[in-house]
């Protein structure tokens, strides 16, 4: 199939099952931080994705809308992952093989899924690709690719900074054979495309203290939690079988392609796979004993492009050599990829397109049914923190109503809460719920974890004034805003007259 061909099929699925709202907890924070660049009050999340945030702005000059601009940039990066993909496997394995990667990449649902969402990580994945290929140029002798491949470095941290720490490594593996020359240009671009992006981040973000703090704060209260040196051994056996999950997740049928007796038998360059390995350890070195949800399975996007390079060998080599009919090959093929669209079309898990629309149209009914519960003058909105219809969807999609996080966070500088009105976000140590009357839980996805959370936060109010109303198969809680002292008591003010001012 030529390139081509490809690029139009990947570009065209992305856009027909586009997502219509901000899908996930960090889109709505890089939709917001579009507005206003604020890690400290996460619009976005440090570590702030400064670079992503700024083509954001760039593409929401034509589009108009945060959450499609954001979605347009998945759409490109996944063409030009799919370009950069095909390169190297032509160069490394023949065109045959490209085939095979390219129509891999193309129907995996973990990719399609993230071609179609406002997500950094198949921006990420795109970047991986490029680099892998300038840095296997290097490898190859043409040590003018050494400054290419470190702006391409720069310019991905400055779109996920994790990229930084996972591709340094293959970065200064091709150096190892240049001059010292070529090898002092290579870190001297490096570093001027950090810095060119880096300052002007600091400068946004109020300084380096108030970015550190932020950045810190976030470390220690998620992914530090739950590093190695501070887990059982279970947790990281655990994120190694999420891992293998995530990987036949991504391929789907395909995923089994290395256990094709034949491919056993296929030589192995030596430089390749010392490349490759050098190119895939340090993330799946830190993605088990540092930090990995499923939730957050985007991740592993940074290996698609070595992933797709060997399965499209392996799999090319079956079609090539397996004494197998011609027909039935390609009714093997068919129907790999007729199972990799349903899991991406119609599985349960939370990057299919059958639960991007369950979310937004279950969004849709809330945003109706606060509406006629409570006016935005007397009815402020609690949310929690969660990647789906939490806090942040609650803001963003409801900007005339108060909006509060619960539960208060603890800072340095004291107990905050996070509080958002007009899609803007502020770190407050006083409600402002004097004016309000009442409160409305922005009601979480179904499910017992979520069920169970929210019976732990109402049992701190008295029942007496609770008030619980079932509109289209959800519940929700409303309250007194005289019971808010219970669930934040060292952030809620006396009661005062008047009307809510806007937080600056």
Same mark, same amino acid.
């Given at each position: 199939?030529?390139?081509?061909?490809?690029?139009?099929?990947?570009?065209?699925?992305?856009?027909?099952?586009?997502?219509?709202?901000?899908?996930?907890?960090?889109?709505?924070?890089?939709?917001?931080?579009?507005?206003?660049?604020?890690?400290?009050?996460?619009?976005?999340?440090?570590?702030?994705?400064?670079?992503?945030?700024?083509?954001?702005?760039?593409?929401?000059?034509?589009?108009?809308? *945060?959450?499609?601009?954001?979605?347009?940039?998945?759409?490109?990066?996944?063409?030009?992952?799919?370009?950069?993909?095909?390169?190297? *496997?032509?160069?490394?394995?023949?065109?045959?093989?490209?085939?095979?990667a390219g129509v891999l990449f193309l129907f995996s649902p973990l990719t399609w899924f993230h071609g179609t969402v406002a997500l950094t990580y198949i921006v990420e994945a795109f970047f991986s690709?490029?680099?892998?290929?300038?840095?296997?140029?290097?490898?190859?002798?043409?040590?003018?690719?050494?400054?290419?491949?470190?702006?391409?470095?720069?310019?991905?941290?400055?779109?996920?900074?994790?990229?930084?720490?996972?591709?340094? %490594?293959?970065?200064?593996?091709?150096?190892?054979?240049?001059?010292?020359?070529?090898?002092?240009?290579?870190?001297?671009?490096?570093?001027?495309?950090?810095?060119?992006?880096?300052?002007?981040?600091?400068?946004?973000?109020?300084?380096?203290?108030?970015?550190?703090?932020?950045?810190?704060?976030?470390?220690?209260?998620?992914?530090?939690?739950?590093?190695?040196?501070?887990?059982?051994?279970?947790?990281?056996?655990?994120?190694?079988?999420t891992i293998v999950f995530i990987y036949f997740l991504c391929f789907g049928a395909a995923s089994l392609a290395p256990l094709i007796p034949m491919v056993r038998r296929i030589p192995v360059d030596?430089?390749?796979?010392?490349?490759?390995?050098?190119?895939?350890?340090?993330?799946?070195?830190?993605?088990?004993?540092?930090?990995?949800?499923?939730?957050?399975?985007?991740?592993?996007?940074?290996?698609? *492009?070595?992933?797709?390079?060997?399965?499209?060998?392996?799999?090319?080599?079956?079609?090539?050599?397996? *004494?197998?009919?011609?027909?039935?090959?390609?009714?093997?093929?068919?129907?790999?990829?007729?199972?990799?669209?349903?899991?991406?079309?119609?599985?349960?898990?939370?990057?299919?397109?059958?639960?991007?629309?369950?979310?937004?149209?279950?969004?849709?009914?809330?945003?109706?049914?606060?509406?006629?519960?409570?006016? %935005?003058?007397?009815?402020?909105?609690?949310?929690?923190?969660?990647?789906?219809?939490?806090?942040?969807?609650?803001?963003?999609?409801?900007?005339?109503?108060?909006?509060?996080?619960?539960?208060?966070?603890?800072?340095?500088?004291?107990?905050?809460?996070?509080?958002?009105?007009?899609?803007?976000?502020?770190?407050?140590?006083?409600?402002?719920?004097?004016p309000y009357r009442r409160f409305i839980f922005f009601p979480l996805p179904d499910g017992d974890s979520y069920r169970d959370y929210m019976h732990k936060v109402t049992d701190k109010l008295p029942?007496?004034?609770?008030?619980?109303?079932?509109?289209?198969?959800?519940?929700?809680?409303?309250?007194?805003?005289?019971?808010?002292?219970?669930?934040?008591?060292?952030?809620?003010?006396?009661?005062?007259?008047?009307?809510?001012?806007?937080?600056?």
């Amino acid at each position: 199939m030529p390139l081509t061909i490809l690029i139009v099929m990947v570009a065209l699925t992305r856009w027909m099952f586009r997502s219509r709202y901000l899908y996930d907890l960090d889109s709505v924070n890089f939709a917001l931080a579009m507005k206003r660049f604020d890690p400290h009050v996460h619009q976005p999340h440090p570590p702030g994705y400064f670079l992503y945030i700024c083509l954001g702005r760039l593409f929401n000059i034509f589009c108009h809308d *945060a959450n499609l601009a954001l979605v347009v940039i998945s759409i490109l990066a996944s063409c030009a992952a799919l370009v950069v993909i095909d390169s190297l *496997a032509s160069e490394w394995f023949g065109p045959s093989a490209a085939k095979f990667a390219g129509v891999l990449f193309l129907f995996s649902p973990l990719t399609w899924f993230h071609g179609t969402v406002a997500l950094t990580y198949i921006v990420e994945a795109f970047f991986s690709g490029l680099i892998g290929y300038l840095c296997w140029r290097i490898v190859g002798g043409n040590q003018h690719s050494a400054v290419l491949a470190a702006v391409g470095l720069g310019l991905s941290a400055g779109i996920r900074p994790s990229s930084l720490l996972f591709l340094a %490594p293959l970065f200064l593996f091709s150096l190892r054979r240049t001059t010292p020359r070529q090898k002092f240009i290579g870190l001297a671009a490096l570093a001027a495309t950090l810095t060119a992006w880096f300052v002007p981040m600091i400068a946004a973000a109020g300084g380096l203290k108030v970015y550190f703090n932020a950045l810190t704060f976030l470390w220690r209260t998620v992914p530090a939690k739950e590093a190695a040196w501070n887990s059982s051994p279970a947790t990281s056996i655990a994120r190694a079988c999420t891992i293998v999950f995530i990987y036949f997740l991504c391929f789907g049928a395909a995923s089994l392609a290395p256990l094709i007796p034949m491919v056993r038998r296929i030589p192995v360059d030596r430089q390749k796979r010392n490349f490759t390995l050098v190119w895939v350890l340090p993330a799946l070195c830190f993605f088990t004993f540092g930090y990995l949800k499923f939730v957050n399975s985007g991740y592993l996007l940074l290996l698609i *492009a070595p992933a797709c390079l060997w399965l499209g060998l392996w799999v090319s080599e079956w079609y090539q050599t397996f *004494a197998w009919p011609r027909s039935l090959k390609l009714t093997i093929i068919g129907a790999s990829v007729v199972l990799n669209s349903l899991i991406f079309l119609a599985s349960p898990f939370y990057c299919s397109y059958r639960q991007v629309r369950r979310f937004e149209a279950g969004l849709d009914r809330t945003k109706d049914a606060i509406a006629r519960l409570g006016s %935005p003058q007397d009815t402020l909105i609690l949310g929690v923190d969660s990647h789906f219809d939490g806090f942040r969807h609650a803001g963003y999609y409801l900007p005339d109503y108060l909006t509060v996080e619960y539960p208060e966070v603890k800072l340095q500088e004291g107990p905050r809460v996070f509080t958002m009105y007009q899609r803007d976000t502020q770190l407050v140590a006083q409600l402002p719920a004097g004016p309000y009357r009442r409160f409305i839980f922005f009601p979480l996805p179904d499910g017992d974890s979520y069920r169970d959370y929210m019976h732990k936060v109402t049992d701190k109010l008295p029942p007496q004034n609770l008030h619980r109303d079932l509109i289209d198969g959800k519940e929700y809680v409303t309250g007194s805003a005289s019971d808010l002292p219970l669930l934040f008591p060292d952030a809620v003010s006396p009661p005062k007259q008047g009307v809510y001012v806007p937080l600056h």
